[in-house]
């Protein structure tokens, strides 16, 4: 990704990855004894629009910045790291815009905007400042609610696996994304 002459960097200190420190994007989910009854610890996955798809993701050259982020309206996503390696991702909360409450003084002043995939929602796209870096390092999962922005993963390592759940069509039916270079002059940079 080069930084083009127009955009500057924004530094991003990562947080560690809590089970509190994610709440409002989703979930951590950690290891739990064999036999526990399933409970509010676990992914609470909505994958009611499609067939679920759990595959090993192989990624490549994925440095620790971007100027893109990305939602999904319609489904839950989890990933993890294959083997617990130290990983990152850039996220921004849910910005999706409900049908009923469009016309509503809510949203007056604000730039909604209608997803061009084939879900055809409506969502503001995400402010430079809210944007966050999360750590996520040993055997654990994050579980990303409806709509929450993500970019990522992001690692320092040439290569590395990820577990990732979500639907068989998510990145063809249910994929929007926002440049903020081209929309707000900005990439983000990983300040570790």
């Not at 909505?46 to 993701?57: K, T, V």
């Amino acid at each position: 990704m080069a930084i083009s002459e127009e955009s500057k960097w924004v530094k991003l200190k990562p947080i560690e990855a809590t089970a509190e420190s994610f709440e409002e994007y989703g979930q951590v989910v950690e290891a739990s004894p064999d036999g526990e009854e399933f409970g509010p610890r676990d992914a609470q996955l909505d994958l009611s629009h499609g067939i679920p798809r759990f595959y090993i993701m192989h990624l490549e050259d994925r440095p620790l910045k971007f100027s893109k982020i990305t939602h999904h309206a319609s489904v839950t996503q989890c990933l993890g790291s294959v083997g617990g390696h130290v990983w990152y991702l850039g996220v921004a909360k849910p910005t999706i815009v409900d049908k009923q409450t469009l016309e509503s003084k809510d949203h007056e002043g604000k730039n909604v905007v209608q997803s061009h995939c084939a879900t055809g929602h409506f969502y503001v796209p995400p402010a430079v400042a809210n944007v966050r870096v999360f750590k996520i390092t040993g055997p654990k999962f994050l579980k990303l609610n409806h709509g929450t922005w993500h970019a990522g993963p992001l690692f320092r390592a040439d290569t590395m696996d990820f577990f990732n759940l979500e639907l068989s069509n998510t990145n063809v039916v249910d994929h929007t994304s926002h440049d903020f270079v081209k929309a707000n002059g900005v990439e983000f940079l990983i300040d570790e």
